[in-house]
Protein backbone atom coordinates (compact mmCIF):
# COMPACT_ATOMS: atom_id res chain seq x y z
CA UNK A 1 0.00 0.00 0.00
CA UNK A 2 2.92 2.54 0.95
CA UNK A 3 4.13 1.95 -2.88
CA UNK A 4 1.06 2.60 -4.78
CA UNK A 5 0.57 6.11 -2.82
CA UNK A 6 4.05 7.30 -3.44
CA UNK A 7 3.29 6.21 -6.82
CA UNK A 8 0.25 8.18 -6.72
CA UNK A 9 1.63 11.44 -4.71
CA UNK A 10 4.35 11.75 -6.43
CA UNK A 11 2.90 12.91 -9.68
CA UNK A 12 0.35 15.10 -7.60
CA UNK A 13 3.51 17.15 -6.09
CA UNK A 14 4.49 17.98 -9.26
CA UNK A 15 1.02 18.85 -10.69
CA UNK A 16 0.98 21.34 -7.73
CA UNK A 17 4.40 22.41 -7.95
CA UNK A 18 3.61 23.43 -12.15
CA UNK A 19 0.50 25.08 -11.31
CA UNK A 20 1.72 28.38 -10.38
CA UNK A 21 3.39 28.63 -13.83
CA UNK A 22 0.12 28.79 -15.29
CA UNK A 23 -1.28 32.13 -13.57
CA UNK A 24 -1.66 34.98 -15.99
CA UNK A 25 1.50 37.44 -15.80
CA UNK A 26 1.38 40.75 -14.59
CA UNK A 27 0.55 43.40 -17.48
CA UNK A 28 3.41 45.33 -18.84
CA UNK A 29 4.37 49.19 -17.42
CA UNK A 30 4.86 51.74 -19.91
CA UNK A 31 8.66 52.95 -19.55
CA UNK A 32 9.56 56.93 -20.15
CA UNK A 33 10.32 56.88 -23.89
CA UNK A 34 7.72 54.23 -25.15
CA UNK A 35 6.44 55.82 -28.35
CA UNK A 36 4.58 55.60 -31.02
CA UNK A 37 3.67 57.48 -34.43
CA UNK A 38 0.15 56.96 -36.24
CA UNK A 39 -1.97 57.75 -39.11
CA UNK A 40 -5.64 58.63 -38.74
CA UNK A 41 -8.28 58.95 -41.54
CA UNK A 42 -12.23 60.18 -40.45
CA UNK A 43 -14.96 60.18 -43.38
CA UNK A 44 -18.04 61.21 -43.35
CA UNK A 45 -20.19 59.68 -46.34
CA UNK A 46 -22.77 57.21 -47.72
CA UNK A 47 -25.25 59.71 -46.65
CA UNK A 48 -29.16 59.60 -47.35
CA UNK A 49 -31.86 61.58 -48.15
CA UNK A 50 -30.45 65.11 -47.19
CA UNK A 51 -27.12 63.93 -47.00
CA UNK A 52 -26.95 62.32 -50.33
CA UNK A 53 -24.42 64.37 -52.10
CA UNK A 54 -22.41 65.51 -48.95
CA UNK A 55 -18.69 64.31 -47.65
CA UNK A 56 -16.22 65.21 -45.84
CA UNK A 57 -13.28 63.93 -44.58
CA UNK A 58 -10.02 64.45 -41.71
CA UNK A 59 -6.32 63.03 -41.95
CA UNK A 60 -4.37 63.23 -38.77
CA UNK A 61 -0.17 62.26 -38.26
CA UNK A 62 0.19 62.07 -34.65
CA UNK A 63 2.09 60.59 -31.95
CA UNK A 64 1.79 59.40 -28.32
CA UNK A 65 5.47 59.53 -26.23
CA UNK A 66 5.71 58.17 -22.44
CA UNK A 67 7.81 60.90 -20.70
CA UNK A 68 8.34 60.25 -16.90
CA UNK A 69 6.87 57.40 -15.00
CA UNK A 70 5.94 57.46 -11.10
CA UNK A 71 6.46 55.49 -7.99
CA UNK A 72 2.23 55.45 -7.73
CA UNK A 73 1.45 54.23 -11.52
CA UNK A 74 0.88 57.87 -12.76
CA UNK A 75 2.96 58.46 -15.95
CA UNK A 76 3.29 61.71 -18.00
CA UNK A 77 3.01 61.97 -21.75
CA UNK A 78 3.08 64.09 -24.75
CA UNK A 79 0.88 64.40 -27.68
CA UNK A 80 1.57 66.32 -30.93
CA UNK A 81 -1.05 66.01 -33.96
CA UNK A 82 -0.74 67.43 -37.75
CA UNK A 83 -4.28 67.63 -39.12
CA UNK A 84 -6.32 68.53 -42.31
CA UNK A 85 -10.23 68.43 -42.68
CA UNK A 86 -12.14 69.17 -45.93
CA UNK A 87 -15.22 68.77 -47.36
CA UNK A 88 -17.11 68.48 -50.76
CA UNK A 89 -17.36 71.61 -51.15
CA UNK A 90 -14.10 72.29 -51.52
CA UNK A 91 -13.85 74.02 -47.82
CA UNK A 92 -10.14 72.76 -46.47
CA UNK A 93 -8.33 73.48 -43.13
CA UNK A 94 -4.42 72.27 -41.85
CA UNK A 95 -3.71 72.94 -38.18
CA UNK A 96 -1.74 71.64 -35.66
CA UNK A 97 -2.31 70.24 -31.83
CA UNK A 98 0.00 69.23 -29.54
CA UNK A 99 0.38 69.12 -25.47
CA UNK A 100 0.83 66.78 -22.08
CA UNK A 101 -1.33 64.91 -19.88
CA UNK A 102 -0.94 62.04 -17.44
CA UNK A 103 -2.47 58.64 -17.57
CA UNK A 104 -2.50 55.68 -15.02
CA UNK A 105 -0.94 52.50 -15.57
CA UNK A 106 -3.17 50.87 -13.29
CA UNK A 107 -6.08 52.04 -14.07
CA UNK A 108 -5.78 52.81 -17.71
CA UNK A 109 -7.62 56.32 -17.10
CA UNK A 110 -6.66 59.65 -17.48
CA UNK A 111 -5.62 61.66 -14.61
CA UNK A 112 -4.84 64.85 -15.57
CA UNK A 113 -5.96 65.97 -18.66
CA UNK A 114 -6.08 63.89 -22.60
CA UNK A 115 -4.65 64.41 -25.75
CA UNK A 116 -7.36 65.99 -26.56
CA UNK A 117 -10.40 64.06 -26.06
CA UNK A 118 -13.41 65.95 -25.06
CA UNK A 119 -16.99 64.80 -23.98
CA UNK A 120 -16.17 61.91 -21.95
CA UNK A 121 -16.53 61.67 -17.91
CA UNK A 122 -14.01 59.92 -16.17
CA UNK A 123 -12.40 58.26 -19.45
CA UNK A 124 -10.19 55.52 -20.05
CA UNK A 125 -7.03 56.17 -22.43
CA UNK A 126 -7.70 54.76 -25.62
CA UNK A 127 -4.04 53.44 -26.44
CA UNK A 128 -3.47 51.35 -23.91
CA UNK A 129 -4.71 48.23 -22.49
CA UNK A 130 -3.47 45.26 -19.93
CA UNK A 131 -2.06 43.00 -22.12
CA UNK A 132 -2.35 39.81 -19.94
CA UNK A 133 -6.39 40.32 -20.73
CA UNK A 134 -7.71 36.49 -21.76
CA UNK A 135 -10.40 36.11 -24.28
CA UNK A 136 -13.65 37.20 -22.93
CA UNK A 137 -11.86 39.87 -20.57
CA UNK A 138 -13.13 43.55 -20.22
CA UNK A 139 -11.61 46.58 -20.49
CA UNK A 140 -12.88 50.33 -21.39
CA UNK A 141 -11.38 52.28 -24.41
CA UNK A 142 -12.40 55.91 -23.82
CA UNK A 143 -16.31 55.57 -22.30
CA UNK A 144 -17.41 52.07 -24.16
CA UNK A 145 -16.73 48.87 -22.75
CA UNK A 146 -14.88 46.18 -24.61
CA UNK A 147 -13.70 42.51 -24.52
CA UNK A 148 -11.04 41.36 -25.99
CA UNK A 149 -12.07 38.87 -28.58
CA UNK A 150 -8.53 36.96 -29.42
CA UNK A 151 -5.24 37.38 -28.14
CA UNK A 152 -3.76 36.00 -31.65
CA UNK A 153 -4.99 38.18 -34.07
CA UNK A 154 -2.69 39.22 -37.72
CA UNK A 155 -3.08 42.63 -38.60
CA UNK A 156 -2.34 44.03 -41.76
CA UNK A 157 0.21 46.74 -41.29
CA UNK A 158 2.38 48.87 -43.73
CA UNK A 159 5.96 48.81 -43.14
CA UNK A 160 6.28 45.86 -41.29
CA UNK A 161 8.43 43.30 -43.30
CA UNK A 162 6.35 40.31 -43.52
CA UNK A 163 3.00 43.18 -43.84
CA UNK A 164 1.00 41.41 -40.60
CA UNK A 165 2.02 41.55 -37.15
CA UNK A 166 0.50 39.68 -34.10
CA UNK A 167 -2.09 41.46 -32.24
CA UNK A 168 -4.83 41.37 -29.30
CA UNK A 169 -8.13 41.96 -30.59
CA UNK A 170 -11.29 43.78 -28.76
CA UNK A 171 -14.34 44.62 -29.68
CA UNK A 172 -16.90 47.52 -28.64
CA UNK A 173 -20.62 48.12 -29.53
CA UNK A 174 -22.42 51.32 -28.36
CA UNK A 175 -25.27 54.11 -29.50
CA UNK A 176 -26.41 57.33 -28.49
CA UNK A 177 -28.25 60.22 -29.95
CA UNK A 178 -26.26 62.64 -31.62
CA UNK A 179 -27.60 66.17 -31.36
CA UNK A 180 -25.34 68.53 -33.15
CA UNK A 181 -24.37 71.13 -35.85
CA UNK A 182 -24.94 67.33 -37.77
CA UNK A 183 -28.53 67.46 -36.88
CA UNK A 184 -30.44 64.66 -34.64
CA UNK A 185 -29.81 61.65 -35.16
CA UNK A 186 -29.45 57.86 -33.87
CA UNK A 187 -26.51 56.60 -34.12
CA UNK A 188 -25.04 53.10 -33.61
CA UNK A 189 -21.27 52.40 -33.88
CA UNK A 190 -18.82 49.31 -33.50
CA UNK A 191 -14.84 49.98 -32.29
CA UNK A 192 -12.74 47.60 -33.57
CA UNK A 193 -8.76 47.60 -31.81
CA UNK A 194 -5.84 45.78 -31.98
CA UNK A 195 -2.74 45.82 -29.47
CA UNK A 196 0.17 44.78 -29.17
CA UNK A 197 0.70 41.79 -27.08
CA UNK A 198 3.89 42.61 -25.92
CA UNK A 199 3.19 46.02 -24.36
CA UNK A 200 -0.47 46.44 -24.49
CA UNK A 201 -0.16 50.02 -26.68
CA UNK A 202 -2.35 50.50 -29.86
CA UNK A 203 -1.24 48.96 -33.25
CA UNK A 204 -4.70 49.98 -35.21
CA UNK A 205 -8.53 50.26 -34.84
CA UNK A 206 -11.55 49.95 -37.23
CA UNK A 207 -14.44 52.43 -36.06
CA UNK A 208 -17.84 52.23 -37.96
CA UNK A 209 -20.98 54.71 -37.26
CA UNK A 210 -24.16 54.60 -38.59
CA UNK A 211 -26.52 57.79 -37.91
CA UNK A 212 -30.06 57.91 -39.05
CA UNK A 213 -33.35 60.02 -38.94
CA UNK A 214 -36.10 59.05 -41.19
CA UNK A 215 -34.88 59.36 -44.81
CA UNK A 216 -31.69 61.41 -43.66
CA UNK A 217 -28.95 59.66 -42.61
CA UNK A 218 -25.27 59.20 -43.54
CA UNK A 219 -21.81 56.57 -41.97
CA UNK A 220 -18.71 58.00 -40.06
CA UNK A 221 -15.52 55.56 -40.46
CA UNK A 222 -12.68 56.23 -38.47
CA UNK A 223 -9.66 53.84 -39.13
CA UNK A 224 -5.87 54.10 -37.61
CA UNK A 225 -2.59 52.16 -37.80
CA UNK A 226 0.70 53.33 -36.11
CA UNK A 227 3.44 54.13 -38.61
CA UNK A 228 6.36 53.46 -35.83
CA UNK A 229 7.23 52.72 -32.99
CA UNK A 230 9.98 52.33 -30.29
CA UNK A 231 9.43 49.02 -29.06
CA UNK A 232 9.26 45.89 -31.46
CA UNK A 233 6.55 44.45 -33.07
CA UNK A 234 5.45 40.99 -33.52
CA UNK A 235 5.90 39.99 -37.27
CA UNK A 236 3.64 37.22 -38.48
CA UNK A 237 3.65 35.87 -42.42
CA UNK A 238 0.07 35.96 -42.72
CA UNK A 239 -3.75 36.11 -41.49
CA UNK A 240 -3.89 34.07 -38.52
CA UNK A 241 -5.61 30.82 -39.10
CA UNK A 242 -8.45 31.24 -36.37
CA UNK A 243 -9.25 33.91 -33.54
CA UNK A 244 -8.46 33.31 -29.85
CA UNK A 245 -6.66 30.07 -30.52
CA UNK A 246 -3.86 30.13 -28.73
CA UNK A 247 -6.06 30.93 -25.92
CA UNK A 248 -8.16 28.47 -26.46
CA UNK A 249 -5.42 25.79 -26.26
CA UNK A 250 -4.04 27.55 -23.20
CA UNK A 251 -7.74 27.09 -21.27
CA UNK A 252 -7.60 23.58 -22.41
CA UNK A 253 -4.06 22.79 -21.20
CA UNK A 254 -5.13 24.16 -17.26
CA UNK A 255 -8.45 22.24 -17.49
CA UNK A 256 -6.63 19.38 -17.95
CA UNK A 257 -4.51 20.19 -15.36
CA UNK A 258 -7.15 20.37 -12.98
CA UNK A 259 -9.02 17.68 -13.93
CA UNK A 260 -5.89 15.46 -13.09
CA UNK A 261 -5.29 17.08 -10.42
CA UNK A 262 -8.68 16.55 -8.81
CA UNK A 263 -8.78 12.28 -9.76
CA UNK A 264 -5.09 11.97 -8.40
CA UNK A 265 -7.12 13.59 -5.03
CA UNK A 266 -9.88 11.21 -5.09
CA UNK A 267 -7.76 8.02 -5.58
CA UNK A 268 -5.30 9.20 -2.67
CA UNK A 269 -8.58 9.28 -0.56
CA UNK A 270 -9.74 6.51 -1.40
CA UNK A 271 -6.41 4.47 -0.80
CA UNK A 272 -6.20 6.26 2.58
CA UNK A 273 -9.75 5.53 3.73
CA UNK A 274 -9.00 1.73 3.05
CA UNK A 275 -5.97 1.74 4.59
CA UNK A 276 -7.42 3.16 7.93
CA UNK A 277 -10.57 1.41 6.85
CA UNK A 278 -12.80 4.14 8.17
CA UNK A 279 -14.64 6.65 6.26
CA UNK A 280 -14.05 10.01 5.34
CA UNK A 281 -16.73 12.36 6.77
CA UNK A 282 -19.50 13.95 4.45
CA UNK A 283 -19.08 17.52 3.89
CA UNK A 284 -22.26 19.78 4.63
CA UNK A 285 -25.48 19.96 2.76
CA UNK A 286 -25.61 23.59 3.25
CA UNK A 287 -22.16 23.74 1.77
CA UNK A 288 -23.44 26.15 -1.31
CA UNK A 289 -21.20 28.83 -2.67
CA UNK A 290 -22.59 32.44 -3.27
CA UNK A 291 -21.36 35.00 -6.01
CA UNK A 292 -22.97 37.68 -4.37
CA UNK A 293 -25.28 40.05 -6.61
CA UNK A 294 -25.48 40.47 -10.11
CA UNK A 295 -23.75 43.80 -10.90
CA UNK A 296 -26.29 46.44 -12.29
CA UNK A 297 -26.71 46.67 -16.00
CA UNK A 298 -23.98 49.14 -17.66
CA UNK A 299 -26.03 51.82 -19.65
CA UNK A 300 -25.09 52.78 -23.66
CA UNK A 301 -21.41 53.62 -24.05
CA UNK A 302 -21.62 57.51 -24.98
CA UNK A 303 -20.59 58.71 -28.42
CA UNK A 304 -16.91 57.50 -29.51
CA UNK A 305 -15.47 61.17 -30.15
CA UNK A 306 -11.66 60.31 -31.86
CA UNK A 307 -11.24 62.99 -33.45
CA UNK A 308 -9.28 66.80 -31.94
CA UNK A 309 -12.01 68.83 -30.07
CA UNK A 310 -10.69 71.88 -32.22
CA UNK A 311 -11.77 70.22 -35.21
CA UNK A 312 -13.34 72.91 -37.22
CA UNK A 313 -16.94 73.02 -37.99
CA UNK A 314 -18.58 72.09 -40.85
CA UNK A 315 -18.22 75.23 -43.37
CA UNK A 316 -20.74 74.67 -46.05
CA UNK A 317 -23.99 72.18 -45.48
CA UNK A 318 -26.37 71.95 -48.43
CA UNK A 319 -29.58 70.89 -46.91
CA UNK A 320 -32.99 71.00 -49.10
CA UNK A 321 -31.04 72.76 -51.54
CA UNK A 322 -30.29 75.74 -49.18
CA UNK A 323 -26.56 76.82 -49.03
CA UNK A 324 -25.78 77.92 -45.24
CA UNK A 325 -22.56 79.25 -43.90
CA UNK A 326 -21.54 80.03 -40.14
CA UNK A 327 -21.12 83.33 -38.76
CA UNK A 328 -17.97 84.68 -38.37
CA UNK A 329 -19.03 86.37 -35.36
CA UNK A 330 -21.00 83.82 -33.75
CA UNK A 331 -20.67 80.94 -35.55
CA UNK A 332 -24.61 80.33 -36.00
CA UNK A 333 -25.81 79.30 -39.47
CA UNK A 334 -27.71 81.29 -42.18
CA UNK A 335 -28.38 81.49 -45.58
CA UNK A 336 -25.63 82.11 -48.03
CA UNK A 337 -28.21 85.39 -49.59
CA UNK A 338 -28.07 87.01 -46.05
CA UNK A 339 -26.47 90.09 -45.77
CA UNK A 340 -26.78 90.01 -41.87
CA UNK A 341 -26.66 87.35 -38.97
CA UNK A 342 -30.05 86.51 -37.42
CA UNK A 343 -28.78 85.93 -34.34
CA UNK A 344 -25.93 88.70 -33.35
CA UNK A 345 -26.57 91.35 -36.24
CA UNK A 346 -23.31 91.16 -37.40
CA UNK A 347 -22.86 91.70 -41.00
CA UNK A 348 -22.28 88.40 -43.17
CA UNK A 349 -18.88 89.07 -45.17
Known amino acids: MKVVLASVLVPLLLLVALAPMSAPAA ?11 YSEEWTLGSGDGNYSEYSEYSFINGSVTVTGIAANGTDAAAYSNDDTWGNVTGAYYAWTSSGTFTFSSTTFRYVDGTDNQTGYVDPSVWFYMNNSLPVGGALTLLNTACSVVSTNVSFALAGSPTG ?16 DIYGAFAATYTWTSYFDPSTGYIVGYDYVEHDVNGPNGFTITDTLAVTSTTYAL ?36 ILAARSRRTRLPQHSAGGNLGFGPAPPPMGAPPSVRLTPSDQPAVQQIVIRETVKVPCRYCGTLIDSTATVCPNCGAPRT
Open 164 to 179: YVRTIETVGNGSFDRD
Open 234 to 269: TQVSGPSASSGGSSLSEGLLVGLVILVVVVVIVIVA
Open 27 to 37: HYAPEAGDAFH
